[in-house]
């Protein structure tokens, strides 16, 4: 068993988000987190991730857990959602020999905590029951302590939220075990010998079981250890062992839509895009407090407003605006609009760079910035400062290695429209993580 480095890192973003949890839930939940935030007798929570399969179906040679979505492993992102959890103490991967060393590289790289590597089994069930030995306590020189409740949830589910792995805790807790659970998109038959349709289930009254799971530890281990050779070969069903070898009886809790699996090439594309919406719907404009640059970042604003979800404005020099870019920064906004009026210069652009370096933001998703001139061209002949802003490319190309993506917007304007720049509206329309303005005038 290869262990990571082990301590808690608190979680990756503001607290913890209750969403979608209502009345009993709530209570429950905000019993439990307050427990855990104080230290006090909440149950230890451990999570075991299967990551050790082959991902024959999606039909590529990198087994689908390591194929890359914007530049970073399937993997990682599940890694990212579990780490926010701060009630999660231990992760416990389970991983083939042969992906032991990338997945190290993964963890060193990305700078995930609280993991610990495990060989996985030929099946997913042997790969679950190696990750709960290694929490068993019963392994030598294992560092990991026997936790009372274990998250059982696959490393391809990339989209878990802090809500449903703490109902489902809660529920194993009070119950023994608990699944997420949704409804089944399509109908289920069950066809007979010759091939042709025997019986169908009735939809309304089935459900698809999803992940994550929960169970007190002490119930799926020994439902594990009781497991026949045929349920760990072809079982696909972690409450059906707790049923079976320990006749509990799981709740099932409501999961939300985004819990599937990535399973087919199809699943990485909608992967894609659903991170790039996510991370796209935010944005932070930063301007100097100059009275030019005040209006153009108003401007700005109020038109990004009917396209994104949360737009922020920084005024002010970057040096006294630091404490904010930090908290914005610390809230994981992964778009930039540097606005410089009548300066072609990159000082303010120079020093959110380096402020996105020293975050390391751009470790987990690309960072987009878009460094905007307005440019008043009678003041400003255009070959002085054409050949200034071209240094831009040079700048860009340089933190593109850091994950940073630079392009910059130069918006020349005649006297006249100064005078009147009360009137005009400024349209500069950028999607994010495309990098590419979309139109500007
Ligand atoms: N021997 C195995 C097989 C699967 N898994 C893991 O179990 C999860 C869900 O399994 P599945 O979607 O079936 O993954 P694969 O087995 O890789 O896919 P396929 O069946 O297409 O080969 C995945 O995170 C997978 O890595 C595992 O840990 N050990
Ligand atoms: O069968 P696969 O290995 O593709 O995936 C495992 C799934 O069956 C499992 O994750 C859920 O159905 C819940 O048990």
Not at 57 to 80: A, D, H, N, W
Not at 160 to 188: F, M, N, Q, Y
Request: aromatic residues 6%.
């Amino acid at each position: 068993m290869e262990l990571g480095p082990p301590g808690g890192a608190g979680p990756a973003e503001p607290g913890p988000r209750l969403r979608g949890l209502r009345g009993d839930d709530r209570a429950a939940s905000a019993a439990w987190l307050s427990e855990a935030s104080a230290g006090r007798r909440a149950p230890s929570v451990a999570a075991v991730l299967p990551a050790g399969g082959s991902g024959e179906r999606m039909g590529v040679p990198t087994p689908k857990q390591f194929c890359p979505v914007l530049e970073r492993p399937l993997i990682s992102y599940t890694l990212q959602a579990l780490e926010r959890v701060c009630w999660i103490k231990d992760i416990v991967v389970a991983v083939t020999g042969e992906n032991m060393e990338v997945m190290k590289g993964i963890v060193q790289r990305y700078q995930h905590k609280r993991i610990s590597l495990v060989e996985a089994g030929v099946t997913r069930h042997r790969s679950i029951f190696n990750g709960l030995k290694a929490l068993a306590e019963d392994q030598p020189n294992s560092k990991l302590c026997r936790p009372e409740v274990v998250i059982i949830h696959d490393a391809v589910r990339p989209f878990v939220e802090e809500d449903v792995l703490l109902k489902v805790a809660i529920a194993a807790k009070e119950h023994g075990a608990a699944g997420a659970i949704r409804p089944l998109v399509s109908t289920v038959i069950s066809p007979s010998a010759d091939g042709c349709l025997d019986h169908s289930l009735e939809r309304a009254s089935h459900r698809a079981s999803e992940m994550p799971q929960a169970f007190l530890f002490d119930v799926i281990y020994e439902a594990y250890q009781q497991c026949s050779d045929y349920d760990l070969e072809f079982g696909t069903e972690c409450l059906q062992l707790a049923l079976k070898y320990c006749h509990t009886k799981a709740k099932l809790v409501e999961g939300s839509p985004d819990l599937w699996k990535v399973t087919y090439k199809r699943d990485l594309y909608a992967a894609e895009s659903i991170i790039k919406e996510r991370i796209s719907q935010q944005i932070c404009i930063l301007m100097d407090a100059k009275e030019d640059e005040e209006h153009v970042g108003r401007c700005l604003e109020e038109m990004l407003k009917k396209e994104l979800n949360h737009v922020k404005v920084t005024s002010g020099a970057l040096c006294h605006a630091g404490r904010d870019l930090q908290q914005i920064i610390l809230e994981q906004c992964y778009n930039f609009v540097c606005v410089n009026v009548m300066t072609s210069d990159f000082e303010e652009t120079r020093k959110l760079l380096n402020a996105l370096e020293e975050s390391n933001l751009s470790i987990l998703y690309p960072v987009v910035v878009i460094s905007v001139h307005f440019l008043d061209y009678k003041l400003v002949p255009f070959g002085q400062k054409m050949e200034h802003l071209m240094q831009i490319k040079e700048f860009a190309k340089e933190v593109k290695k850091r994950n940073i993506l630079l392009c910059g917007l130069l918006i020349y304007y005649p006297q006249l429209w100064r005078q009147d720049m009360g009137t005009l509206e400024v349209r500069v329309y950028v999607r994010p993580h495309t990098t590419q303005p979309a139109y500007c005038c």
